[in-house]
């Protein structure tokens, strides 16, 4: 059980922090090179709407799986006479992922539904202010997903 929670977790990280990286490295250049701001505001619309559906279910994923090797190691580590414990950049991983999860969670239910809202009324201005404040948190997220995947790797 320990392994498949581990892979599901590994593939839920990869699908979350790939799409970010291929987001922030690559589409958002790419259009604003080469689009004017009311077609790439449509664009983006629809790329964030199927995106962010993938990273609900990415972030579902991470939290059952990350909970279950959490508590494993925690209990292992009671039964073999310890007081319970886990790494530091266990910790650390929890922390952040959990910081994560609400940033998106900010992203999605704030600034992504005032995007989207925007758009449909063709308020242009607005519609880029969304995008920035889009922009500014999935660049957090970006930087703390590496940050959590560091700790859980080196900080024992
Ligand atoms: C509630 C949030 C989270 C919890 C409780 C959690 C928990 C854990 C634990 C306990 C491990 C260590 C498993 C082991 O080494 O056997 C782990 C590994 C890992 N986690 Fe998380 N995690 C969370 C969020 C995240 C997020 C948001 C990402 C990335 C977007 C992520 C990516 C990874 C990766 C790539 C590893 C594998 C590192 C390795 O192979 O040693 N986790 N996580």
């Known amino acids: 059980m320990y392994d498949i929670a581990k892979l599901i977790h590994l593939v839920a990280g990869i699908v979350w922090m790939g799409g970010m990286t291929f987001m922030l490295l690559a589409l958002r250049p790419a259009t604003l090179a080469l689009m004017e701001p009311q077609p790439r505001a449509r664009l983006m619309s629809e790329v ?88 500014t948190l999935m660049l957090a997220n970006f930087v703390l997903g590496w940050l959590a995947i560091a700790a859980v790797r080196l900080i024992r």
Not at 124 to 130: D, E, Q, V
């Open 48 to 135: 964030w709407s199927r995106f962010f559906t993938v990273v609900l279910v990415a972030i579902a994923a991470l939290f059952f799986s990350g909970s279950h090797l959490y508590t494993a190691a925690f209990k292992a580590s009671k039964l073999a006479g310890g007081v319970g414990s886990v790494p530091l950049g266990w910790n650390l991983m929890l922390v952040l992922g959990i910081a994560m999860m609400l940033i998106f969670g900010h992203i999605y239910f704030a600034g992504f539904r005032k995007f989207k809202r925007a758009v449909k009324a063709a308020e242009w201005p607005l519609a880029a202010k969304a995008a920035g404040q889009i922009h």
